[in-house]
């Protein structure tokens, strides 16, 4: 049988938090969790405060070569 991932219980980190709010995510944060299911990684992404819940899965891979994009400039001039 195939393991789910289950996003809604899985302990995500957010890449900002309020000081002096016990590390809560501020609405928009974006928030990330590593979660390992039948011997892959999985990288799930969201943004804290939506409404709907949605979540953004990737691969190993795929979340390996965002990485490395953004360590190398590639979303600088969607920075503004």
């Known amino acids: 049988p195939r393991s789910t991932l289950f ?3 899985t302990l995500f ?4 938090a309020v000081p ?3 590390g809560s ?8 969790a590593f979660s390992e299911v039948d011997g892959g990684m999985w990288v799930l992404v969201r ?4 409404p709907a ?3 953004l899965v990737y691969d190993r891979h795929e979340w390996e070569c965002f990485v490395d994009g953004a360590k190398n400039g ?3 001039d969607a920075a503004g």
């Open 7 to 9: 996003p809604y219980t």
């Open 13 to 16: 980190r957010s890449a900002r």
């Open 20 to 22: 002096g709010e016990g």
């Open 25 to 32: 995510a501020v609405d928009g944060a974006i928030e990330v």
């Open 47 to 50: 943004v804290s405060g939506d």
């Open 53 to 55: 819940r949605r979540v």
């Open 74 to 76: 590639e979303f600088d």
